[in-house]
């Protein structure tokens, strides 16, 4: 029997992975409500729709559990139906079909009419940008394009995702500025790879007057690149980081290596001498710009002699923002081919002596901020504190700045200048000068 907690006729959207699952909720909720569904983020309903990620081990880890958790919930007759969509039943339908066929109906990642249609609603065209956001009222992703061309040995994302396809500038401006009307104030520029932007739809890489329009939506005050591939990355776009206040001085670079000889075998497309030139004139045309940069350690062939060489690297660089991760043998890629010969602990212990380097580099550089005044946007109230972000960190990845809840008062959603007053390694602690965002 039913559980009286669940509202029956109600779905249930669970998303799992990154950013671009976050988007293609949204996408599915708006949908959704469009054809008059009731239809909630991660609560409860009786209908549940599971958007799963397939990238590595943990992640498809992480989506089996909870499609087998929901499964239980519907034999239990807590749920009545569970659909799965996204990426890892794009890539592994035939599998779960057999392995969980209690599953009402799984779906790809390009399979959103025949999704809709399953839950009994209608996929609507001239839904142009609209979609029902679950981030914060502040922020929002923006998914300027779809798939990737990149022949990276290591990624699975072609497999799931397809080739790489442009949305045009006027639906993304169109999208923006139908977020700005609902008080999104900072748009997160997300795709598998922003740098091929437009190569598909103008001929060129575009990515620098998509920047130029967007700026021009009123309500929009922030701007930010999430995902630039380094190989072919336009340059012009560092003159309109530069010189629109609008775009934050803030780049996601994933550059995974900085071995030569492992950089060929990633396919990468470059070299380290390339890689660190690149970064240089990051450097001299945007002086205090925010470089935040992936690395994977523990890939085939990788020797404590490249491990060095990435070590050092990373030292030089002193990247503002840098995360690291575990190679996972992916089947269907180029690297499955190759032994995946360096033990898990080493490969453990490779990310924790990077990230080691990082707190100290990360530590020195938020020490200098000491004293300084940053606008920041305040994205939420969380214990005592009144979480905030300046222009150089994006949401869920980077530092915050806290700022005392007990002695300050300050409006989520909206913008404070903020004097830093202390520094962790990580997050940064400021008490607000400007009065524009105090509540009074």
């Known amino acids: 029997m039913r559980t009286k907690s669940i509202k029956k006729n109600k779905i249930n959207v669970v998303t799992l992975g990154c ?22 983020h991660e609560t409860e309903g009786d209908v549940v729709v599971i958007n799963t990620c397939g990238f590595i081990d943990n992640a498809k ?18 749920v009545e139906k569970v659909f799965v969509t996204g990426c890892l039943s794009e890539r592994y339908k035939p599998d779960l079909q057999k392995e969980i066929p209690n599953v009402d109906q799984y779906f790809g990642t390009t399979e959103l009419p025949a999704l809709l249609k399953a839950l009994g609603a209608d996929y609507k065209h001239e839904l142009i940008g609209e979609r029902l956001t679950t981030t914060p009222k502040n922020y929002a992703f923006l998914k300027i394009a779809e798939g990737c061309d990149r022949p990276c040995s290591f990624c699975a994302i072609p497999l799931m995702r397809g080739g790489h396809k442009s949305t045009p500038i006027e639906d993304l401006v ?35 007057e998509l920047l130029r329009e967007l700026v021009k939506v009123e309500g929009i ?60 004139k990051f450097r001299k045309e945007v002086p205090n710009m925010a470089i935040r940069t992936t690395l994977i350690v523990g890939y085939p062939g990788e020797t404590e002699a490249d491990f060095q060489e990435l070590k050092d690297w ?35 212990q490779r990310a924790n002596e990077i990230m080691e380097i990082q707190s100290q580099i990360s530590w020195e550089l938020n020490q200098q901020k000491i004293g300084e005044t940053f606008r920041c946007v305040i994205d939420r109230k969380e214990g005592g504190y009144f979480v905030g972000r300046t222009e150089f960190d994006s949401p869920d990845v980077d530092n915050e700045v806290l700022i005392d809840a007990k002695t300050h008062y300050l409006k989520t ?9 202390d520094a962790g390694d990580f997050d940064l602690y400021g008490e607000p000068v400007s009065v524009d965002a105090i509540l009074n």
């Open 19 to 40: 950013s671009k699952n976050i988007y293609d909720s949204e996408v599915l909720m708006g949908q959704l409500k469009a054809s008059g569904k009731d239809v909630a």
């Open 61 to 78: 880890e992480e989506s089996v559990n909870t499609i087998l958790d929901y499964v239980q919930r519907k034999e239990n007759g807590e």
């Open 174 to 208: 169109t999208e923006a500025k139908n977020l700005a009307k609902q008080g999104v104030k900072e748009l997160i520029l997300i795709a598998q790879d922003l740098t091929y932007y437009g190569l598909d739809l103008y001929k060129k890489r575009n990515l620098a």
């Open 221 to 280: 005050e922030w701007i930010r690149l999430h995902y630039a591939f380094p190989t072919g990355f336009p340059t012009d776009v560092l003159d309109v980081i530069r010189e629109e206040p609008k775009v934050c001085n803030y780049i996601d670079i994933p550059l995974q290596h900085i071995s030569d000889h492992l950089l060929k075998s990633m396919r990468r497309g470059t070299t380290h001498k390339k890689t660190t030139d690149l970064l240089y």
């Open 314 to 348: 990373v030292s030089e660089m002193r990247f503002e923002r840098l995360g690291c991760f575990t190679y996972s043998h992916e089947e269907n890629t180029h690297a499955y081919n190759l032994e995946d010969d360096v033990p898990e602990d080493v490969k453990i």
């Open 413 to 421: 959603g909206e913008f404070a200048d903020i004097k830093i007053t």
